[in-house]
């Protein structure tokens, strides 16, 4: 079952603009990453939270978590073209998951020129 | 897509058929996964490794099996392949189990006709 679900489903913005991306999850988790994926490609990961963290920072990448609401939220400040992609959030919940992560279905974002 | 590869990258095969994809990695990691990508289901653990010979199942194993006889092997083997293991096959790597990120390969697309 999906550990993580992300919120919206699909986004589509003009270059320049900022984009978020929501994430939820249901059970304590070690950390949550956030990973992109480009048409036809595999997996990158971008950044690593950890449960005691509540703010990291990218380059133009901030993410956030509560942990007490169970949710994390992935900014692209100032998007590009290039950032077009479909966005995956996947928790790690520690010993109770042997340390395997759990991804959500993604959000796909479209950045318009 | 750090010293990971997968071959085939894509493949045809009929109902009925065994098939084996292969999983290489040129960065001595421990751990080793097998997912799948379906629209609308996100990413699957298959199955993992974390170490040589030392397997574990994850969410969606029913029908494959894997091998890991070195540390830059890691195989999948769909027993007697079926129309609904028609899939995006992703391999990744890890240093360790937590809390650091995974590696993917760039994917095999199989097809069961």
């Known amino acids: 079952s999906q550990q993580g679900e992300e919120d919206p489903q699909a986004l589509s913005i003009q270059e320049g603009e900022n984009a978020t991306m929501n994430c939820s999850y249901k059970t304590s988790i070690n950390n949550l990453q956030w990973y992109r994926q480009n048409s036809g490609r595999g997996l990158v990961h971008l950044i690593l939270?950890?449960?005691?963290?509540r703010e990291k920072h990218s380059g133009r990448l901030r993410v956030t978590l509560d942990t007490s609401k169970k949710s994390s939220s992935l900014l692209i400040t100032a998007s590009r073209a290039a950032d077009t992609a479909s966005y995956f959030c996947a928790t790690d919940a520690g010993v109770d998951s042997n340390y395997k992560l759990t991804f959500g279905k993604g959000t796909l974002l479209t950045v318009n020129p | 897509d750090a010293g990971i590869t997968q071959s085939p990258r894509h493949k045809v095969t009929e109902t009925g058929t065994p098939v084996t994809l292969r999983c290489h990695q040129t960065e001595n990691h421990r751990y080793m996964y097998w997912y799948r990508q379906d629209p609308g289901h996100g990413l699957r653990l298959i199955h993992y490794s974390y170490g040589v010979k030392d397997t574990d199942k994850g969410e969606v194993s029913d029908g494959y099996s894997v091998s890991r006889s070195k540390t830059e092997d890691f195989l999948l083997t769909l027993e007697s392949a079926t129309s609904s293991q028609t899939s995006v096959y992703f391999c990744?790597?890890?240093?360790?189990?937590?809390?650091?990120?995974?590696?993917f390969g760039p994917g095999t697309r199989l097809t069961v006709t």
């Open positions: 990744a790597i890890s240093e360790s189990a937590r809390p650091y990120e995974q590696y």
């Open positions: 939270i950890r449960s005691n963290e």
